[in-house]
């Protein structure tokens, strides 16, 4: 299973660096973060709710602008 997160806040490699290192922490999670794209692509191994998902980003200093299945 994908999902696809827009983030706002990123401004550099340094913003892409900590919020792979944040979603990748999460258990069953592969992540690709795009700063071009301003979005991250995960890779699930198993269910991983969303909320999980928008917590790790938020402590780590961004804004989750949307989530979707992808």
């Known amino acids: 299973m994908k999902k696809v997160v827009k983030i706002g806040g990123m401004t550099g490699e340094h ?6 290192r944040a979603l990748n922490s999460l258990d069953g999670v592969v992540v690709k973060v795009s700063l071009k794209d301003k979005r991250a ?8 709710e969303d909320k999980v998902i928008i917590d790790a980003i938020e402590d780590a200093g961004y ?3 949307s989530i979707k299945k992808g």
């Open 41 to 48: 692509t995960l890779s699930l191994s198993k269910e991983v």
């Open 15 to 20: 913003c892409v660096r900590r919020i792979e």
């Open 63 to 65: 804004d989750v602008i």
